[in-house]
């Protein structure tokens, strides 16, 4: 497994950036000054988690926060699940801890899917 809690900050930069897409980067670059690691991987999490429509029932559940140990195994079996190929896996407990963690960009990222959906809909309209 991928040991995230061990490995220097730049090599956490180049294995997560490229799951990262560009426009998850512009839809929080006005609350972070600095994009580490973690905070990509928290990020894709929830962008992932919402394309995946898990809001309503993810974040509803009383779940006790995860601990820094479960959130690093979890991270990892997901990036390798990713790197194998298998991009829509959400974990959703995962989810549900990092919402709780991050509202700001939960509630950044919705935004910039509802702008999104709208520009298109204006684009073909039905």
């Not at 930069?13 to 905070?39: G, I, K, M, N």
């Not at 995946?52 to 601990?67: D, F, V």
């Amino acid at each position: 497994m991928f040991d995230i809690a061990g490995q220097p900050q730049s090599a956490w930069q180049s294995y997560v950036s490229e799951y990262v897409p560009q426009s998850l980067r512009e839809a929080v670059a006005h609350l972070a000054d600095e994009f580490t690691a973690a905070y990509l991987l928290d990020c894709l999490i929830l962008e992932k988690g919402l394309r995946s429509r898990l809001l309503s029932n993810s974040t509803r559940q009383p779940n006790t926060p995860l601990t820094n140990d479960e959130r690093s195994d979890r991270f990892a079996v997901l990036l390798r699940l990713w790197a194998e190929g298998c991009h829509t896996v959400v974990d959703e407990r995962l989810f549900a801890d990092t919402a709780r963690r991050r509202p700001e960009e939960l509630e950044a990222l919705r935004e910039y899917f509802r702008q999104n959906a709208l520009r298109s809909k204006k684009k073909f309209p039905s």
